[in-house]
């Protein structure tokens, strides 16, 4: 039996031990008109996003606590309320604007009963407030809400568990106990507890869970702000983080030049930068993004590791790795996105599954996602110091999801992937690319139905990521580190790919002749409020006959006619592109409205001259995968010039890609060669002109009609959707893997 003496010193022992494993994190983000705060310490990860203290806008003031562990926190929108007469407080005037914000070193980790381990923070209040929407649990319940016009289904709903005029705890339960055959629920709690003289006001509410209490926080009289201390826990279990040591690659161990010069203040945590997407990485899985996001989303690690795999230690790539493959489906398929803690049983229930408790739901819905691990591994294994000779014992693990090594895993993939192409291989028409998934209206990055134009068949998946991921299983099977793939009668693998290369590009060809392309980009700059002046901006392209890829193509294979940023997929994945495909390249990168590029960044959709002008609003500015910015599309298309260029000449970059041999025939074309280069140093001034957004997950612009110049605009004050843009995006840290060519020293 354990003394008290004992297990109190084996406590802080371990407590002890833990935090020195754990790297610290503690930092701050602007983004978007909110404050983003961030933290890992020895109990805890956790955000916390506040509307900007800086906001003028009356309205209610929104409070966001996101921990990985579980995918849980806490929404609480404070509303201003009218002065509460009591005998303690006289309430602040009402002439005032509701402003909360932080008091500054007071957010860490914490712990309550029950194991219960969370974050807790001071918030101040300059007036009276109330609280309105508040819900506690699931991440996901929180978003369903941000972005759903307000809705939340009442199984999320919290209880009032106690409270007086210092102290309130709001609880929720979450739907099933840990286990079948366990009593005990796992659950979140919303503590608050007022100081500095703060009162709380609270009405219960009188019909059980479905009418919420009211609950007045009372500042004091006079100038001095009322205080709040906020704590949100839950007993989910907290992940293991990697620190930047562990994530990225020490200086001195890089390879090139460019690697080490990409490296400088990574690993020694002097950029903190770093600390950003460490926040992101742990030992058994990445996350996406910021509270939205703080969860495994299997195409976002897979872009992220591509783009930063030449500055990452071996463990954390194979992290991501490891995680892509064990959540792979009994078919190959592989999970989009990974939905655990309460919202996986409300999931489960609405699959009539309830069976399965709180176990995590799996998302295989994309198409894309499966087509991107095989070049990853094939980047890591076959050209990466990092990854030679690692191979085997990474194949021989055993997963911990499921049964079976990681090797026996990937064949699945591998078979799956392609059988999938072999359709068009044998008759290349539209009808045989792949298509979005029976009655899903999304499958590639562009998740949405506007996003791809209503086009269920897209350019990426089949230009880009088919052939790419065949390429790659050939050059693993030649290298013998995989089986090699099953033959078919008509060619072997490669040849397969070669087809896709070749026939599937044409189909998404359009041509406009220049008179209806002059109409059309008139007629687009006056519906969307921009000065015809632009037209007249220096382009390559601002006569003759105008040509592109479509964005996508209709179920009966007609384009849908949206100039748009998915060419750097081919950039960047692309073995054999051709001339043809790069002076498309050299065409999108001209100024916008006739290319894709404004002074703030590269526009991921332009629909000026598609015929169908209904899609001038569905991809307008307010639009999520509209005439909007993505970093991590900039990133794509500057690291796949880089990557196209260096195949004809050595260049100073951070990832290392050896050339095809013979070089492309296009190589020996100076003057095209030079074509490419100017639109890569057009790229890289757009790229620039926004650069202190460059890690966040999206913008949107203003125009002045007087300077003819675009700023940068947020995108969720605009969306009808109110879809905001994540203050910290993973994939959008792929830049710190590319290196500005023109100002490299």
């Known amino acids: 039996m354990w003394s008290v003496v004992a297990l109190l010193l084996f406590c802080n022992l371990w407590l002890a031990c833990r935090a020195q494993n ?44 996101a921990l990985p562990a579980g995918n849980s926190g806490a929404l609480v929108y404070f509303l201003p309320s009218s002065p509460v007469n009591s005998s303690s407080t006289t309430g602040a005037s009402q002439n005032t604007t509701l402003t909360v914000g932080m008091i500054n070193g007071t957010m860490k980790g914490v712990t309550e009963d029950y194991d219960n381990v969370g974050v807790q923070a001071d918030l101040t209040f300059n007036e009276n407030a109330t609280l309105g929407v508040t819900i506690i649990g699931a991440v996901r319940a929180m978003r369903d809400y941000v972005e759903g016009s307000g809705t939340m289904h009442e199984i999320f709903n919290y209880t009032l568990y106690s409270y007086n005029t210092t102290n309130i705890r709001l609880h929720r339960q979450y739907i099933n106990t840990t286990n079948s055959s366990s009593s005990i629920y796992k659950g979140a709690d919303l503590y608050l507890i007022a100081g500095s003289g703060t009162k709380f006001s609270v009405t219960p509410g009188n019909n059980g869970t479905y009418t919420p209490p009211t609950i007045d926080i009372l500042v004091p009289s006079g100038s001095q702000n009322g205080t709040v201390r906020v704590k949100v826990v839950t007993n989910e279990t907290s992940l293991a983080g990697l620190n930047p040591q562990s994530l990225f690659l020490n200086q001195s161990s890089g390879s090139t030049p460019g690697i080490q010069l990409a490296l400088n203040g990574l690993a020694d945590g002097s950029n903190p930068v770093a600390d950003q997407v460490s926040f992101l990485t742990y030992s058994n899985k990445f996350t996406a993004g910021g509270w939205r996001f703080l969860t495994y989303f299997g195409r976002d690690s897979l872009i992220a590791l591509r783009l930063l795999m030449p500055t990452l230690t071996s463990e954390a790539i194979e992290a991501a790795l490891g995680a892509v493959i064990e959540r792979a489906n009994s078919t190959g398929a592989l999970c989009h996105e990974e939905t655990i803690g309460d919202y996986a049983s409300f999931v489960n229930m609405g699959n009539n599954m309830s069976y399965l408790g709180n176990q995590p739901y799996y998302d295989y819905k994309m198409i894309d996602t499966d087509l991107y691990l095989l070049p990853a591994l094939s980047h890591y294994f076959l050209e990466l110091p990092q990854g030679k000779g690692r191979a085997a014992q990474f194949l021989a693990r055993n997963a911990t999801l499921q049964n079976g090594t990681y090797g026996q ?105 220049s008179s209806t392309a002059q109409a059309r980009l008139q007629n687009f700059v006056k519906a969307a409020n921009l000065s015809t002046s632009l037209l007249s901006q220096n382009s390559t392209t601002s006569s003759g006959n105008v040509s592109f890829y479509a964005l996508s193509l209709m179920a009966d294979g007609s384009p849908v006619e949206v100039l748009n940023s998915d060419l750097s997929f081919n950039l960047l994945y692309g073995t054999n592109v051709s001339q043809e495909f790069l002076q498309h390249v050299v065409d999108a990168l001209q100024p916008y409205p006739r290319g894709l590029l404004t002074n703030i960044g590269m526009l991921v959709a332009n629909p000026a001259y598609d015929s169908n002008t209904t ?54 074309n100076t003057t095209f060669v030079q074509a490419l280069r100017d639109a ?66």
Request: proline fraction near 8%; include cysteine.
């Open 680 to 745: 890569q140093m057009r790229l890289w001034t757009s790229i620039n002109g926004a650069k202190s957004q460059i890690y966040s997950e999206v913008w949107s612009y203003s125009f002045n009609n007087a300077t003819n110049d675009f700023s940068v605009a947020d995108l969720g004050s605009l969306s009808p959707e109110g879809t905001e843009s994540d203050a910290i995006q993973l994939w959008s840290y792929g830049f710190l893997g590319i290196l500005d060519p023109y100002t490299i020293p």
């Open 22 to 65: 754990v790297s610290s994190l503690n930092f701050y983000v602007s983004s978007g008109g909110n404050d983003n705060y961030f933290l890992r310490d020895n109990l805890t990860t956790a955000q916390i996003l506040l509307t900007s203290t800086n906001t003028t806008v009356g309205g209610p003031r929104r409070f966001v606590a």
């Open 409 to 513: 895993i990937l064949n699945r993939t591998i078979e799956y992937n392609f059988a999938r192409s072999l359709p068009f291989y044998v008759n290349s028409t539209p009808q045989n690319l792949l298509a979005f998934r029976p009655g899903q209206p999304v499958g590639n990055w562009r998740d949405s139905n506007e996003g791809t134009g209503y086009g269920p068949v897209p350019f990426d998946v089949n230009t880009a990521l088919v052939p790419a991921s065949l390429r790659a299983t050939d050059a693993l099977a030649q290298a013998g580190i995989i089986p090699t793939v099953t033959s078919w009668p008509g060619g072997n693998i490669s040849d397969v790919a070669a087809v896709w290369e070749r026939e599937a590009p044409v189909l998404f060809e359009v041509t406009i002749d």
């Open 615 to 668: 899609n001038i609003e569905v991809l307008n500015r307010a639009a999520y995968h509209g005439t909007v910015v993505w970093s991590f599309q900039q990133g794509l298309m500057a690291g796949g010039l880089l990557r196209q260029l260096g195949f004809c000449s050595p260049i100073t970059t951070v990832d290392i890609n050896p050339p095809p041999q013979p070089p492309p025939s296009w190589c020996s």
